[in-house]
Protein backbone atom coordinates (compact mmCIF):
# COMPACT_ATOMS: atom_id res chain seq x y z
CA UNK A 1 0.00 0.00 0.00
CA UNK A 2 1.46 2.87 -0.93
CA UNK A 3 0.99 5.88 2.12
CA UNK A 4 1.63 9.47 0.92
CA UNK A 5 3.79 11.68 2.83
CA UNK A 6 1.25 13.77 4.72
CA UNK A 7 -0.58 10.60 5.63
CA UNK A 8 2.63 8.97 6.36
CA UNK A 9 4.02 11.82 9.01
CA UNK A 10 0.53 12.05 10.86
CA UNK A 11 0.44 8.00 11.14
CA UNK A 12 4.22 8.32 12.51
CA UNK A 13 2.87 10.85 14.93
CA UNK A 14 0.06 8.47 15.99
CA UNK A 15 1.97 6.02 16.79
CA UNK A 16 4.64 7.76 18.09
CA UNK A 17 2.18 9.23 20.74
CA UNK A 18 0.93 5.54 21.37
CA UNK A 19 4.54 4.27 21.87
CA UNK A 20 5.21 7.10 24.72
CA UNK A 21 1.50 5.76 26.44
CA UNK A 22 2.66 2.39 26.12
CA UNK A 23 5.94 3.20 27.52
CA UNK A 24 4.37 4.43 30.12
CA UNK A 25 1.81 1.66 31.32
CA UNK A 26 4.54 -0.63 31.49
CA UNK A 27 6.70 1.40 33.82
CA UNK A 28 4.01 2.28 36.13
CA UNK A 29 2.67 -1.57 36.02
CA UNK A 30 6.45 -2.60 37.12
CA UNK A 31 6.76 -5.02 34.40
CA UNK A 32 10.23 -2.96 33.56
CA UNK A 33 11.38 -5.23 36.82
CA UNK A 34 10.42 -8.39 34.28
CA UNK A 35 14.36 -7.86 32.97
CA UNK A 36 13.00 -5.56 30.13
CA UNK A 37 13.56 -2.10 28.71
CA UNK A 38 10.56 -0.15 28.21
CA UNK A 39 12.15 2.09 25.62
CA UNK A 40 12.76 -0.90 23.37
CA UNK A 41 9.30 -1.84 23.92
CA UNK A 42 8.29 1.46 22.54
CA UNK A 43 10.13 0.73 19.73
CA UNK A 44 9.18 -2.67 18.73
CA UNK A 45 5.79 -2.00 19.14
CA UNK A 46 5.83 1.26 16.94
CA UNK A 47 7.74 -0.84 14.23
CA UNK A 48 5.45 -3.92 14.85
CA UNK A 49 1.94 -1.55 14.24
CA UNK A 50 3.43 0.13 11.00
CA UNK A 51 3.88 -2.89 9.41
CA UNK A 52 0.95 -4.15 10.20
CA UNK A 53 -0.95 -0.98 8.61
CA UNK A 54 1.22 -1.42 5.38
CA UNK A 55 -0.31 -4.58 5.29
CA UNK A 56 -3.82 -4.31 6.90
CA UNK A 57 -4.45 -0.82 7.77
CA UNK A 58 -8.01 -2.19 8.61
CA UNK A 59 -6.90 -4.95 10.94
CA UNK A 60 -5.16 -2.39 12.69
CA UNK A 61 -7.73 -0.77 13.32
CA UNK A 62 -9.47 -2.89 16.15
CA UNK A 63 -8.25 -2.40 19.67
CA UNK A 64 -7.92 -6.21 20.43
CA UNK A 65 -5.07 -6.21 17.37
CA UNK A 66 -2.96 -3.41 18.97
CA UNK A 67 -3.60 -4.71 22.56
CA UNK A 68 -2.03 -8.01 20.63
CA UNK A 69 0.63 -6.54 18.97
CA UNK A 70 1.61 -4.93 22.31
CA UNK A 71 1.07 -7.84 24.43
CA UNK A 72 3.00 -10.32 22.18
CA UNK A 73 5.37 -7.81 22.26
CA UNK A 74 6.19 -7.29 25.82
CA UNK A 75 5.82 -11.11 26.22
CA UNK A 76 8.29 -12.33 23.54
CA UNK A 77 10.98 -9.44 25.56
CA UNK A 78 10.04 -11.08 28.64
CA UNK A 79 10.89 -14.50 27.12
CA UNK A 80 13.99 -13.18 25.12
CA UNK A 81 14.99 -11.97 28.75
CA UNK A 82 14.69 -15.14 30.70
CA UNK A 83 16.61 -16.85 27.73
CA UNK A 84 19.28 -14.71 28.58
CA UNK A 85 22.16 -15.69 30.67
CA UNK A 86 22.59 -13.95 33.91
CA UNK A 87 25.25 -11.58 34.22
CA UNK A 88 27.25 -12.56 37.17
CA UNK A 89 27.70 -9.75 39.73
CA UNK A 90 30.92 -7.74 40.06
CA UNK A 91 33.18 -8.97 42.72
CA UNK A 92 34.28 -6.64 45.44
CA UNK A 93 37.64 -5.04 44.45
CA UNK A 94 40.98 -5.86 45.80
CA UNK A 95 40.96 -3.20 48.43
CA UNK A 96 38.50 -4.54 50.09
CA UNK A 97 35.77 -1.70 49.35
CA UNK A 98 32.08 -3.13 49.24
CA UNK A 99 30.69 -2.72 45.60
CA UNK A 100 27.11 -2.77 46.58
CA UNK A 101 25.93 -2.11 49.58
CA UNK A 102 22.72 -4.66 50.86
CA UNK A 103 19.94 -3.23 51.93
CA UNK A 104 18.73 -4.61 55.53
CA UNK A 105 16.66 -7.73 55.11
CA UNK A 106 13.50 -6.53 56.13
CA UNK A 107 10.87 -8.84 57.55
CA UNK A 108 9.95 -10.06 53.69
CA UNK A 109 13.35 -10.81 52.83
CA UNK A 110 14.56 -13.17 55.77
CA UNK A 111 14.05 -17.07 56.04
CA UNK A 112 11.06 -16.59 58.06
CA UNK A 113 9.61 -14.62 54.96
CA UNK A 114 9.82 -17.42 53.01
CA UNK A 115 8.41 -19.54 55.72
CA UNK A 116 5.81 -17.42 55.71
CA UNK A 117 4.76 -17.59 51.79
CA UNK A 118 4.80 -21.59 51.98
CA UNK A 119 2.68 -21.92 55.05
CA UNK A 120 -0.01 -19.46 53.21
CA UNK A 121 0.65 -21.15 50.26
CA UNK A 122 -0.37 -24.89 52.14
CA UNK A 123 -3.16 -23.37 53.71
CA UNK A 124 -4.39 -21.70 50.86
CA UNK A 125 -4.00 -24.92 48.82
CA UNK A 126 -6.66 -26.54 51.13
CA UNK A 127 -9.23 -23.70 50.05
CA UNK A 128 -12.22 -24.87 47.64
CA UNK A 129 -11.26 -23.92 43.90
CA UNK A 130 -13.74 -20.79 44.04
CA UNK A 131 -12.77 -19.15 46.96
CA UNK A 132 -9.14 -20.06 46.69
CA UNK A 133 -8.93 -18.26 43.05
CA UNK A 134 -10.71 -15.36 44.62
CA UNK A 135 -8.35 -14.78 47.79
CA UNK A 136 -5.01 -15.35 45.61
CA UNK A 137 -6.63 -12.52 42.90
CA UNK A 138 -7.77 -10.52 46.14
CA UNK A 139 -3.99 -10.73 47.51
CA UNK A 140 -2.09 -9.86 43.96
CA UNK A 141 -4.61 -6.83 44.31
CA UNK A 142 -7.50 -6.64 42.13
CA UNK A 143 -10.73 -5.40 43.21
CA UNK A 144 -13.58 -7.59 43.97
CA UNK A 145 -15.32 -6.10 40.95
CA UNK A 146 -12.51 -7.55 38.82
CA UNK A 147 -12.75 -10.76 40.34
CA UNK A 148 -15.88 -10.93 39.51
CA UNK A 149 -15.77 -10.35 36.24
CA UNK A 150 -12.50 -12.37 35.55
CA UNK A 151 -14.61 -15.38 37.42
CA UNK A 152 -17.87 -14.32 35.45
CA UNK A 153 -20.34 -14.01 38.65
CA UNK A 154 -21.39 -10.51 40.29
CA UNK A 155 -19.69 -8.52 42.27
CA UNK A 156 -21.50 -9.64 45.31
CA UNK A 157 -20.99 -13.34 44.63
CA UNK A 158 -17.40 -12.71 44.63
CA UNK A 159 -17.17 -10.92 47.87
CA UNK A 160 -18.85 -13.66 49.41
CA UNK A 161 -16.48 -16.59 48.09
CA UNK A 162 -13.69 -13.50 49.19
CA UNK A 163 -15.01 -13.39 52.53
CA UNK A 164 -15.34 -16.99 53.16
CA UNK A 165 -12.32 -17.58 51.50
CA UNK A 166 -10.41 -15.48 53.68
CA UNK A 167 -11.56 -16.46 56.84
CA UNK A 168 -10.90 -20.24 55.87
CA UNK A 169 -7.63 -19.10 55.40
CA UNK A 170 -7.10 -17.22 58.78
CA UNK A 171 -8.21 -20.25 60.89
CA UNK A 172 -5.85 -22.25 58.79
CA UNK A 173 -3.09 -19.77 58.99
CA UNK A 174 -3.90 -19.81 63.37
CA UNK A 175 -3.95 -23.67 63.71
CA UNK A 176 -0.05 -23.05 61.49
CA UNK A 177 1.22 -21.43 63.84
CA UNK A 178 1.13 -18.59 61.99
CA UNK A 179 -0.56 -16.03 64.33
CA UNK A 180 -3.70 -13.97 64.30
CA UNK A 181 -4.59 -12.27 61.20
CA UNK A 182 -5.68 -8.85 61.48
CA UNK A 183 -8.65 -8.21 59.24
CA UNK A 184 -7.68 -4.54 58.39
CA UNK A 185 -5.82 -4.03 55.21
CA UNK B 1 0.42 -9.40 60.71
CA UNK B 2 -2.51 -8.05 58.45
CA UNK B 3 -3.85 -9.25 55.22
CA UNK B 4 -1.78 -5.81 53.46
CA UNK B 5 1.17 -7.46 54.71
CA UNK B 6 0.24 -10.59 53.92
CA UNK B 7 -0.60 -9.67 49.78
CA UNK B 8 2.36 -7.87 50.19
CA UNK B 9 4.13 -11.20 51.00
CA UNK B 10 2.41 -12.79 48.85
CA UNK B 11 3.30 -10.55 45.40
CA UNK B 12 6.45 -10.36 46.24
CA UNK B 13 7.17 -14.73 46.31
CA UNK B 14 4.90 -14.74 43.53
CA UNK B 15 6.54 -12.01 41.10
CA UNK B 16 9.51 -14.26 40.46
CA UNK B 17 7.98 -17.68 40.25
CA UNK B 18 6.64 -18.05 36.79
CA UNK B 19 6.72 -21.45 35.20
CA UNK B 20 5.09 -20.49 32.13
CA UNK B 21 4.13 -17.44 30.28
CA UNK B 22 0.84 -16.39 29.75
CA UNK B 23 -1.32 -17.17 26.13
CA UNK B 24 -2.12 -13.55 25.13
CA UNK B 25 -5.65 -14.38 23.59
CA UNK B 26 -6.35 -15.82 26.73
CA UNK B 27 -4.90 -12.96 28.45
CA UNK B 28 -6.74 -10.72 26.31
CA UNK B 29 -10.08 -12.52 27.09
CA UNK B 30 -9.65 -12.31 30.98
CA UNK B 31 -8.89 -8.54 30.15
CA UNK B 32 -12.09 -8.32 28.25
CA UNK B 33 -14.15 -9.48 30.83
CA UNK B 34 -15.29 -12.36 28.26
CA UNK B 35 -15.22 -16.01 29.75
CA UNK B 36 -13.48 -18.47 27.55
CA UNK B 37 -12.71 -22.09 27.76
CA UNK B 38 -9.47 -21.89 29.67
CA UNK B 39 -10.10 -18.64 31.31
CA UNK B 40 -10.67 -21.05 34.74
CA UNK B 41 -6.62 -22.14 33.86
CA UNK B 42 -5.64 -18.69 32.74
CA UNK B 43 -7.58 -17.11 36.17
CA UNK B 44 -5.43 -19.67 38.33
CA UNK B 45 -2.26 -18.48 36.65
CA UNK B 46 -3.08 -15.00 37.13
CA UNK B 47 -3.89 -15.38 41.08
CA UNK B 48 -0.48 -17.90 41.05
CA UNK B 49 2.13 -15.79 39.43
CA UNK B 50 3.06 -12.09 39.84
CA UNK B 51 4.08 -11.65 36.44
CA UNK B 52 1.02 -12.57 34.83
CA UNK B 53 -1.26 -10.90 37.33
CA UNK B 54 0.58 -7.92 36.23
CA UNK B 55 0.35 -8.71 32.38
CA UNK B 56 -3.91 -8.85 33.32
CA UNK B 57 -3.31 -5.31 34.75
CA UNK B 58 -1.32 -3.97 32.02
CA UNK B 59 -3.55 -5.13 29.30
CA UNK B 60 -6.62 -3.63 30.92
CA UNK B 61 -5.11 -0.33 31.28
CA UNK B 62 -3.76 -0.83 27.79
CA UNK B 63 -7.49 -1.14 25.90
CA UNK B 64 -8.82 2.23 26.49
CA UNK B 65 -5.29 3.31 25.04
CA UNK B 66 -5.68 0.91 22.21
CA UNK B 67 -9.40 2.21 20.85
CA UNK B 68 -8.24 5.94 20.61
CA UNK B 69 -5.61 4.86 18.35
CA UNK B 70 -7.61 2.80 16.65
CA UNK B 71 -10.05 5.37 15.66
CA UNK B 72 -7.11 8.04 15.19
CA UNK B 73 -5.62 5.89 12.68
CA UNK B 74 -9.26 5.25 10.56
CA UNK B 75 -10.06 9.32 10.91
CA UNK B 76 -6.41 9.69 9.44
CA UNK B 77 -7.32 7.53 6.41
CA UNK B 78 -11.10 8.83 6.27
CA UNK B 79 -9.61 12.45 6.06
CA UNK B 80 -6.81 11.53 3.76
CA UNK B 81 -9.34 9.69 1.37
CA UNK B 82 -11.88 12.84 1.73
CA UNK B 83 -9.18 15.45 0.66
CA UNK B 84 -7.93 12.71 -2.43
CA UNK B 85 -12.02 13.00 -3.51
CA UNK B 86 -12.43 16.83 -3.39
CA UNK B 87 -9.68 17.14 -5.33
CA UNK B 88 -10.82 15.10 -8.22
CA UNK B 89 -14.26 17.01 -8.08
CA UNK B 90 -12.22 19.95 -8.03
CA UNK B 91 -10.62 19.51 -11.35
CA UNK B 92 -13.69 18.46 -12.94
CA UNK B 93 -15.99 20.84 -12.10
CA UNK B 94 -13.69 23.71 -12.61
CA UNK B 95 -13.47 24.09 -16.39
CA UNK B 96 -9.76 25.38 -17.43
CA UNK B 97 -10.86 27.30 -20.83
CA UNK B 98 -14.54 28.12 -20.94
CA UNK B 99 -14.80 28.60 -25.43
CA UNK B 100 -13.39 25.06 -25.03
CA UNK B 101 -15.34 23.61 -23.70
CA UNK B 102 -18.67 24.99 -25.62
CA UNK B 103 -16.95 24.11 -28.45
CA UNK B 104 -16.62 20.61 -27.36
CA UNK B 105 -20.40 21.16 -26.91
CA UNK B 106 -21.15 22.16 -30.00
CA UNK B 107 -19.11 19.24 -31.87
CA UNK B 108 -20.65 17.12 -29.35
CA UNK B 109 -24.25 18.23 -30.65
CA UNK B 110 -23.41 17.90 -34.26
CA UNK B 111 -21.78 14.25 -33.54
CA UNK B 112 -25.05 13.27 -32.20
CA UNK B 113 -27.16 14.98 -34.82
CA UNK B 114 -25.79 13.51 -37.52
CA UNK B 115 -25.63 10.05 -36.10
CA UNK B 116 -29.21 10.32 -35.44
CA UNK B 117 -29.96 11.41 -39.34
CA UNK B 118 -27.50 8.21 -40.46
CA UNK B 119 -29.37 5.60 -38.19
CA UNK B 120 -32.71 6.62 -39.11
CA UNK B 121 -34.62 3.17 -39.45
CA UNK B 122 -35.63 2.31 -43.02
CA UNK B 123 -37.67 -1.14 -43.58
CA UNK B 124 -36.70 -2.72 -46.75
CA UNK B 125 -39.48 -4.89 -47.85
CA UNK B 126 -39.52 -7.48 -50.50
CA UNK B 127 -43.04 -5.32 -51.20
CA UNK B 128 -41.57 -2.35 -51.12
CA UNK B 129 -38.77 -3.17 -53.62
CA UNK B 130 -41.15 -4.72 -56.01
CA UNK B 131 -42.75 -1.58 -56.40
CA UNK B 132 -40.24 0.61 -56.92
CA UNK B 133 -39.24 -1.51 -59.52
CA UNK B 134 -42.36 -1.28 -61.08
CA UNK B 135 -43.02 2.56 -60.79
CA UNK B 136 -39.52 3.45 -61.29
CA UNK B 137 -39.65 3.48 -65.16
CA UNK B 138 -43.20 5.72 -65.32
CA UNK B 139 -43.92 7.84 -62.89
CA UNK B 140 -41.35 10.25 -63.56
CA UNK B 141 -41.43 13.44 -61.71
CA UNK B 142 -44.31 13.37 -59.25
CA UNK B 143 -44.49 17.01 -59.02
CA UNK B 144 -45.09 17.81 -62.82
CA UNK B 145 -47.18 14.54 -62.83
CA UNK B 146 -49.60 15.94 -61.02
CA UNK B 147 -49.76 19.69 -62.56
CA UNK B 148 -49.92 17.27 -65.62
CA UNK B 149 -53.38 15.25 -63.13
CA UNK B 150 -54.27 18.74 -62.10
CA UNK B 151 -54.74 20.17 -65.40
CA UNK B 152 -56.93 17.24 -66.66
CA UNK B 153 -59.11 16.20 -64.37
CA UNK B 154 -59.91 19.98 -62.95
CA UNK B 155 -59.55 18.58 -59.59
CA UNK B 156 -58.66 21.23 -57.12
CA UNK B 157 -55.26 20.51 -55.47
CA UNK B 158 -53.26 22.51 -53.34
CA UNK B 159 -55.42 25.40 -52.47
CA UNK B 160 -52.37 27.68 -52.28
CA UNK B 161 -50.97 27.27 -55.83
CA UNK B 162 -54.63 26.44 -57.30
CA UNK B 163 -55.59 30.02 -55.78
CA UNK B 164 -56.16 33.06 -57.78
CA UNK B 165 -53.52 35.47 -57.32
CA UNK B 166 -55.33 38.55 -56.65
CA UNK B 167 -53.56 41.75 -57.27
CA UNK B 168 -51.90 43.41 -54.06
CA UNK B 169 -54.62 45.26 -52.60
CA UNK B 170 -52.15 48.08 -51.38
CA UNK B 171 -50.83 48.82 -54.66
CA UNK B 172 -54.40 48.77 -55.92
CA UNK B 173 -56.07 50.98 -53.95
CA UNK B 174 -53.07 53.25 -54.68
CA UNK B 175 -53.46 53.00 -57.87
CA UNK B 176 -57.71 52.72 -58.22
CA UNK B 177 -57.85 56.09 -55.67
Redesign the interface.
Given at each position: MSI?P??RQ??HQ??AD?GT??RG??ES???G??GIDPADIEQEVRIRLWKA?ERD?NA?????????V???T??DA??AANARPHEPLPESDESGATAFIEPAPGP?RTAS??E??DR?MACMAELPERR??A????????SLR?IG????TSEEAARKLLDRG?EALRERLAVTG??E????? | ????E??????????HDHAA??E??A??T????E?GTH?ERT??D???Y??Q???L???????P???R??????Q??DQ?SATHRGDRHASRATPRRPWLRAAGAVAAGLIVAISVWTSRPERVTPQVVAAKATTAGNTGDRIFAALERKGATGQSGDRIFQGEFAPDRIFSSTSGG
Open positions: DALRLLLYKVLIHGIQYLRAFHTSYIQRVLTVIIREGVDFIRKVALHLQGFEQFSGMFGVDERT | MNVRIANLYRRHTRLPVDLLLADGTDLGVGRGLADLRFARDLAESALGVHLEAFR
